[in-house]
C-alpha cells in the first residue's frame, strides 16, 4: 500500500525558510515520480514541482524557480521541499504526491496517491 506523510510545515516570517518532508512507504522511487503540491484556500490545487529518479526535477511555478528545491534521499525513502525566501504568496497546504508513471506531471489529476497535507503559512 502506497503511503505518503509530510511534515515540517509551519509559522513563518516572510523571507524565513522551511523544509518540508514527505516519507513515502509502500513503493520505490525507481518506478514512481513523487510531486510537491500545494493548495491556497479557495485556489486549485497546483503543481511546484515533479521528480523522476532518472530525469531529475521540473519546477512549475515561475515564482518558486530560485527559491524552492527538491531533493530526496533514497536510503530513507523521503523527498523533501526546501522552501527559501518565502512569502505570503506561498502560504497554503502543502502535498506530496506519487504516480507509478516514468514521467512528471504538474496536473494533480496525474496523481493517484496523496499524502495529508502539511500546512505552511507565511506572515508578512
Known amino acids: 500500500e502506497v503511503q505518503l506523510v509530510e511534515s515540517g510545515g509551519g509559522l513563518v516570517q516572510a523571507g524565513g525558510s522551511l523544509r518540508l518532508s514527505c516519507a513515502a512507504s509502500?513503493?520505490?522511487?525507481?518506478?514512481?515520480?513523487i510531486g510537491w503540491f500545494r493548495q491556497a484556500p479557495g485556489k486549485e490545487r497546483e503543481g511546484v514541482s515533479c521528480?523522476?529518479?532518472?530525469?531529475?526535477?521540473?519546477y512549475y511555478l515561475d515564482s518558486e524557480k530560485g527559491r524552492f528545491t527538491m531533493s530526496s534521499d533514497n536510503a530513507k525513502n523521503t523527498v523533501y521541499l526546501q522552501m527559501n525566501s518565502l512569502e505570503p504568496e506561498d502560504t497554503a497546504v502543502y502535498y506530496c504526491?506519487?504516480?507509478?508513471?516514468?514521467?512528471?506531471?504538474?496536473?494533480?489529476?496525474?496523481?493517484?496517491?496523496w499524502g495529508q497535507g502539511t500546512q505552511v503559512t507565511v506572515s508578512s
Open positions: 504526491a506519487a504516480e507509478e508513471e516514468p514521467y512528471c506531471s504538474g496536473s494533480h489529476y496525474f496523481f493517484g496517491s
Open positions: 509502500g513503493f520505490t522511487f525507481d518506478d514512481h515520480v
Open positions: 521528480m523522476h529518479s532518472t530525469y531529475g526535477t521540473t
